[in-house]
Structure formats: C-alpha cells, structure tokens
C-alpha cells in the first residue's frame, strides 16, 4: 500500500510479501503496520487506522494479545517464576495507567492493589 507520507522502498515491498506468506491473518499484518507506522513516526494513530482501515477495538485487541504473547514468552524464559509475575504485574498497571488511568475514577485504587499484590508476591505471602 502506498500512501502520500509513506516512502516506501523495496524492503519494504519485500516485507509486504513475507507477511503475506506467514500465518498471520490479513487484519493482524494491518495491525501490525499500523503499529509500526505510529511507532516510526510516519502517521498518528488516527491516520494509520484510517489509511489501512483497521477500527480502534481491532487495534487494541491486536494490541492486547501481543502484550499476553509477550508476557508468555518473559515467564517460559524466566528462571524466576516470582519475577516474573511481579515484571507482569507491574507491565499490567502501566497499562493500565495508559489506557484507562484518565477516564477511571477508581485508578489509583486499582494501581495501588496491583502495588500491594506485587510486594505480596515478592515477600513470599502469596505463592505463585
């Protein structure tokens, strides 16, 4: 796909056609761009949802099963099952922070019980 502020090159061309070959849906290789895009500064969000007509709720779905898929891998290679609760805890109320903090009157309590549980996890009150 070609867009006015997009200057693509033959990578990624290359790119396009190794994502079509993978087993990643149409709507995920979509998300992805649009991730990428808005990461390496070519559009906001809004512009990247519309110019590959992805909605919101499929983006932050995207987004959301490859923060659990990447959450997954840290615990599989973690040698510390504790630390590894306690980093995905504390990944869990930044996101919360991010997405939610502003519009949810009851943010802070909710950072401050994800706090809590973490210092539980990490004193051995609570086993994981």
């Known amino acids: 796909m ?7 090159k033959e990578e990624a061309y290359i790119g396009e056609e190794l ?3 993978s087993n990643m849906s149409k709507l995920d290789r979509k998300c992805f761009v649009v991730r ?21 709720e499929d983006f932050y ?9 990447e959450i997954n891998v840290f615990f599989s290679n973690s040698s510390s ?6 980093a995905s805890i504390a990944v869990i109320g930044e996101l919360y922070k991010v997405f939610l903090g ?5 943010a ?3 950072q401050d019980h994800l706090h809590s ?3 539980a996890i990490s004193s051995g009150k609570v086993a994981v």
């Open 2 to 8: 070609q867009l006015d502020k997009s200057k693509l």
């Open 19 to 21: 994502m079509e070959d």
């Open 36 to 56: 990428q895009t808005v990461a390496d500064g070519d559009f906001t969000l809004e512009e990247a949802l519309n110019a590959y007509e992805v909605s919101r």
């Open 61 to 69: 779905n995207y987004i959301s099963q490859q923060v659990a898929s």
């Open 81 to 86: 099952h504790v630390l590894a609760v306690t």
């Open 102 to 106: 502003n519009v949810d009157p009851q």
């Open 108 to 110: 802070q309590i909710f």
């Open 117 to 119: 549980l973490s210092q």
